[in-house]
């Protein structure tokens, strides 16, 4: 079992930046793939990007493709989001997630833990 603990998150501008970071328990966390999704109000929880074991393999949502990069230091045991020009529409609670298995895959479902969610707000 894993314990996810995210941080990071914010109020930033439009254009600006933040780094989320996402804390596991757990002595097994490299055998984890690791998920980031995303939730805004009154929509469905939806995925941003995954990370597989080593981070040598790496998925994201085709709207955040080239602003935001995920990566994973499994001696600390944490996974990270670099978010870059950020905008508006990237508003919403910050979820980190994690799933047994060999691929990173884009469904919630599929993920058997989560953290409780970071907020980031990006204004106009």
């Known amino acids: 079992q894993v314990q996810l603990v995210e941080s990071g998150g914010g109020l930033v501008q439009a254009g600006g930046s933040l780094r989320l970071s996402c804390a596991a328990s757990?002595?097994?966390?490299?055998?984890?793939?690791m998920g980031w999704f995303r939730q805004a109000p009154g929509k469905e929880r939806e995925f941003v990007a995954g990370?597989?074991?080593?981070?040598?393999?790496?998925l994201y949502q085709d709207s955040v493709k080239d602003r935001f990069t995920i990566s994973r230091d499994n001696a600390k045991n944490t996974v990270y989001l670099q978010m870059n020009s950020l905008k508006p529409e990237d508003t919403a609670v910050y979820y980190c997630?994690?799933?047994?298995?060999?691929?990173?895959?884009?469904?919630?479902?599929?993920?058997?833990?989560w953290g409780q969610g970071t907020q980031v707000t990006v204004s106009s």
């Open positions: 997630a994690a799933r047994t298995g060999a691929i990173v895959t884009m469904r919630p479902l599929d993920y058997n833990y």
């Open positions: 757990g002595r097994t966390f490299n055998r984890y793939i």
């Open positions: 990370i597989g074991w080593s981070g040598a393999g790496t």
